[in-house]
């Protein structure tokens, strides 16, 4: 049977099949990038228009009460709180996943005095360290790196955090969430995940593995649209000693009584800063229920199943393509990166054929497989054209080596 007859069959066995239909996929596209920024979901454009025409239109300054809008980043967050394995009052969106990071790590260190060490792995997605060279600037951190393997042997008595992403934005592999928080705590520090490349397509258990901190990305797997509102999660437990710098009127206790003094909202509530973005939380809303409905065992089951049909027929027909996510797909997130010297102008002449992954620099060639809309026929036709271009030196031309501003 061919490749495309195989994919074919697969999905019409696919139980996720009628959510693509729910998705404003272009004609001609297959899309591999929803690691990077997650598709347009149908709902999202009339909750948009709803939510432009009636309740910002019509309803003018009203909305905040009568819309709700006041409350959207508890209620956003509280929906997101049971996708990684956190209750709802742990959970709250609100600004950039950068911006979270940067008021968790200084929340961390006010928790541990005394210590001001943040270790993380180099390689990490880069601002995730540059927040904790802001601090460090500001004399209140000291950046530590340390490779992955020799991670809990960096834990010594001045770590306040560790920091980590919980699937790399690069090779996919995915770190024991359970084993690092408790080397983490076991020496003293608490932990914060970057899930931005899990939450949504993964399945997380922040509860179950007591970590400390979280954060994540509204705009991949959540699909909640370009800059999407991000998430933080505190667990209840720091609730009551959790201070962060970002001391903003709408982390106020009492917002509207305009008093002079800060007094810190209830728990996750005193992570916001300013007033929260209305049109960016109610598209991210849509995105997240529907995540929800499909439930995350069913996302993860898929997406383990198209990640492995992509890399065996690849590993079959291009044996010395570098494979460099785990093989092993309970070790993995939802992607496979492969290196190769050419990997820019590879992934742009795949482009040029209307199947969008994505570079990462130096040489990585990365596939993203969110398993709400990604069909087996589409990996079998993005296997096609890479082996096509790869065997044929198809990538070799100036149109494809010309760098553009944002890869
Ligand atoms: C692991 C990780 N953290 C953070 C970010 C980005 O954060 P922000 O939305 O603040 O740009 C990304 C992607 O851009 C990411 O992959
Ligand atoms: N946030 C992005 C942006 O504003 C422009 C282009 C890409 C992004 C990304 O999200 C990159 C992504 N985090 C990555 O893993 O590569």
């Known amino acids: 049977m061919s490749l495309l007859d195989q994919a074919k069959q697969l999905d019409a066995g696919d139980a996720l099949r009628a959510y693509r239909d729910r998705f404003d996929l272009p004609e001609g596209v297959i899309y591999l990038d929803g690691n990077s920024l997650g ?10 228009a709803e939510v432009v025409e009636q309740e910002w239109g019509e309803g003018l300054i009203r909305s905040w009460n009568s819309a709700d809008w006041i409350n959207l980043p508890q209620r956003v967050g509280g929906k997101i709180a049971p996708l990684i394995g956190a209750q709802p009052h742990e959970v709250i969106a609100c600004d950039s996943t950068s911006v979270n990071l940067s008021k968790l790590i200084a929340a961390a260190l006010h928790m541990r005095p ?6 993380s792995e180099p390689g990490n997605f880069p601002t995730d360290i540059y927040m904790v060279e ?5 004399g209140l951190a000291t950046r530590k790196l340390a490779e992955r393997d020799a991670l809990i042997d960096a834990l010594d008595d001045d770590v306040a955090l560790l920091m980590l992403t919980h699937v790399h934005y690069k090779t996919g ?3 024991d969430m359970a084993a690092l928080t408790k080397a983490a705590h076991d020496a003293g520090a608490l932990v914060l995940w970057d899930l931005s490349h899990s939450g949504g397509a993964l399945p997380v258990e922040l509860n179950k593995c007591n970590a400390d901190f979280a954060v994540g990305c509204g705009y991949k797997y959540f699909n909640g649209g370009p800059g999407a509102p991000a998430y933080a999660y505190v667990a209840e437990q720091h609730h009551g000693d959790l201070q962060q710098p970002l001391t903003g009127w709408m982390g106020h206790a009492q917002p509207f009584a305009f ?7 209830p728990g996750v509530d005193r992570l916001l800063a300013g007033t929260p973005p209305i049109l960016g939380l109610s ?16 996302l993860i ?7 492995e049909f992509f890399r065996q027929e690849l590993s079959d027909r291009l044996p010395d393509l570098e494979l460099v996510s785990p093989t ?14 050419e990997a820019y102008a590879i992934c742009q002449a795949l482009i040029a054929r209307g199947i969008i992954g994505d570079f990462r620099d130096p040489d990585i060639l990365r596939f993203g497989f969110a398993p709400a809309y990604v069909a087996f026929e589409d990996v079998a036709m993005a296997v096609e054209a890479l082996v096509e271009i790869i065997k044929a030196g198809e990538w070799d031309q100036a149109e494809f080596k010309e760098r553009a501003a944002v890869t």
């Open 39 to 48: 598709a347009l979901p149908k709902a999202t454009k009339a909750r948009i």
């Open 114 to 119: 005394g210590r001001k060490a943040i270790l």
């Open 173 to 175: 592999a995915m770190f």
């Open 134 to 138: 802001g601090l460090e600037a500001q």
């Open 259 to 265: 008093d002079d003094d800060y007094a810190p909202a």
């Open 328 to 341: 092993d797909p309970e070790q993995r997130g939802s992607q496979i990166s492969f290196r190769h010297p």
């Open 283 to 298: 598209a991210l809303e849509v995105g997240v229920d529907m995540i929800a409905e499909i439930g995350i065992d069913r």
């Open 301 to 307: 089951a898929k997406s383990r199943a198209l990640s």
